[in-house]
């Protein structure tokens, strides 16, 4: 929040509750004074004002499904790298490069950690003593966003090549729960990893501290 990326994020999210929230009173019918002849009418502010809050919510999906495109491609090739090439070092390559790109939230199996040149002997200590991250989760995030954009290009092609007359009703409810029920899956699984993490290492730090220094001498007895 305070910090221009965070105060932008703000920004973003106040603007999809605002023209969400909007839209959601309106198709509830909350403004009779808006269904003039009647509510159904083509031509009553109240379908006007649903087209233009769906036009103006999908730009704001686009920024996020389009924006992200070119990070979410890469992390899909690394996918392919991984799960489809026939080399095993190209495998290991990709999930390597995988596992740097999400190391948030993403932690290597050992036998990824050990074939590291550069991985730091902490760093292996480290692992060694946590739980790695199951491998479906990666894929569960890297096509979730990369459906999250899919999708969003299926909806911004619906909502810019036809207009509110013609639009079939079903194709903007479809794409909008789609593109959100993949990337929320996929931020569940990276939020529920974050935070096991984060659960292990600090039990790990306490269970150290109880157990004190490896190498401590006992005190001789005065």
């Given at each position: 929040m305070?910090?221009?990326i965070?105060?932008l994020?703000?920004i973003?999210g106040?603007?999809?509750?605002?023209?969400?929230g909007?839209?959601f009173?309106?198709?509830?019918?909350a403004?009779p004074a808006m269904?003039?002849p009647n509510?159904d009418s083509?031509?009553?502010p109240?379908?006007?004002?649903?087209e233009i809050?769906?036009?103006?919510?999908?730009?704001?999906?686009?920024?996020?499904?389009?924006g992200?495109?070119?990070w979410?491609?890469?992390?899909?090739y690394f996918?392919g790298l991984w799960?489809?090439s026939?080399s095993?070092?190209?495998?290991?390559?990709g999930?390597?490069?995988?596992a740097?790109?999400?190391?948030?939230?993403?932690?290597?199996?050992?036998?990824?950690?050990?074939?590291?040149?550069?991985?730091?002997s902490?760093?292996k200590?480290?692992?060694?003593?946590?739980r790695?991250?199951?491998?479906?989760?990666?894929?569960?995030v890297?096509?979730g966003n990369?459906?999250?954009?899919v999708?969003q290009?299926?909806?911004?092609l619906?909502?810019?090549?036809?207009?509110?007359?013609?639009?079939?009703s079903w194709?903007?409810?479809?794409f909008?729960c789609?593109?959100?029920?993949?990337v929320g899956?996929a931020?569940?699984?990276t939020?529920?990893?974050?935070?096991?993490i984060k659960k292990?290492r600090?039990?790990?730090?306490?269970?150290l501290?109880?157990e004190g220094p490896?190498?401590?001498?006992?005190q001789?007895?005065t």
């Amino acid at each position: 929040m305070f910090t221009p990326i965070g105060f932008l994020i703000t920004i973003y999210g106040l603007n999809i509750v605002a023209w969400g929230g909007m839209l959601f009173l309106l198709m509830c019918n909350a403004a009779p004074a808006m269904c003039h002849p009647n509510c159904d009418s083509v031509d009553a502010p109240r379908r006007i004002w649903i087209e233009i809050d769906s036009q103006i919510l999908n730009a704001l999906f686009c920024v996020t499904g389009f924006g992200l495109a070119p990070w979410r491609i890469r992390d899909l090739y690394f996918w392919g790298l991984w799960r489809l090439s026939r080399s095993e070092r190209s495998r290991q390559k990709g999930l390597v490069r995988l596992a740097d790109i999400h190391s948030s939230w993403f932690l290597r199996p050992q036998g990824i950690v050990n074939m590291l040149p550069t991985t730091s002997s902490s760093a292996k200590l480290e692992v060694a003593h946590l739980r790695p991250t199951a491998l479906w989760k990666m894929d569960v995030v890297v096509w979730g966003n990369m459906l999250n954009t899919v999708f969003q290009i299926c909806l911004a092609l619906c909502m810019w090549t036809m207009n509110r007359l013609n639009r079939p009703s079903w194709t903007t409810g479809l794409f909008v729960c789609l593109a959100c029920l993949v990337v929320g899956i996929a931020g569940l699984v990276t939020w529920w990893e974050q935070r096991r993490i984060k659960k292990d290492r600090g039990q790990e730090a306490v269970s150290l501290t109880a157990e004190g220094p490896i190498d401590a001498k006992p005190q001789p007895a005065t």
